[in-house]
């Protein structure tokens, strides 16, 4: 075991990390612990016209996730005083092909950010390296609830063009690990720092909620924009219980940055 002490916003945490953690140092847990107790807010992406939106001080569960990611891959250490580089970073991170071109233009569902993050080379995937566990993707929730986005709702041809996503997406066949193959301590291919994208039972829909992981002790922990506790947190228990807790969550994928 080695220990790492990080600091973060009056809070320090010993945070120790089993040997397969160490190869990767975790520049991406040190960037997440600067966003502790940041609130929880829904829906700050929806604005129109669709534009690339940084608001370092209110974040959800994937705004959180691609706020660490920009900073960590353009080597800045406060959201707040961004530069361009990062604006580009999350631009990259949040859009198809980084272009800002509509609501349409949007990674909305995790799979699409995922291939998307891949492609560009910034994400690599984990689970399918160590995960022999697949699934055939079925997405159709957006379009099947456009009531449930402001800018689907009485606009059935941004709702088509969202079908036509979720039909270039479907039949993609994804690796992941279910839940129950997940223990307290974690398992030694996932790092601390690694992106956990949660995968859920709802019908359409791939992934439910994302974090990140931390190890703290001999276990395994989630970090994250909690819409419950309405903040960003580490949560007390193992990611094994945390998972546990909530039936709606399957299992995950879990991914890397490349640095
Ligand atoms: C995404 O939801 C939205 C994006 O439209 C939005 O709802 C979908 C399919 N996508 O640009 C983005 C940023 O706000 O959020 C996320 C949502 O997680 C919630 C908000 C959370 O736990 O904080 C991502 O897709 C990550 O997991 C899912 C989850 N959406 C649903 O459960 C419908």
Redesign the pocket.
Known sequence: MKTISLFCLGVCLTVAAPLAAQQHPSIVTANALKFLNTPYV????EQEPEQLIIRCNEV????LVEYVMALTLSGESDCRAHTAAFADRLRQIRYRNGEVNGYAS?L???AEWIENGVKAGFIEDITAAHSPHTQTLRLN??STHPDS?RQLRNNPAETARMAETEKRLSGQVIHWLPKEELPDEGLSWIQDGDILALT?Q?DG?D????GIAVYIGDELRLLH?S?QKEKVVIEDVPLRQTLANNKGWTGMRVLRLIL
């Open positions: 829904a829906h700050t992406l959800d569960c994937i705004i949007r909305h569902y995790v929730f957006m986005y859920t709802a829909l992934v439910s909620h994302m924009a819409s």
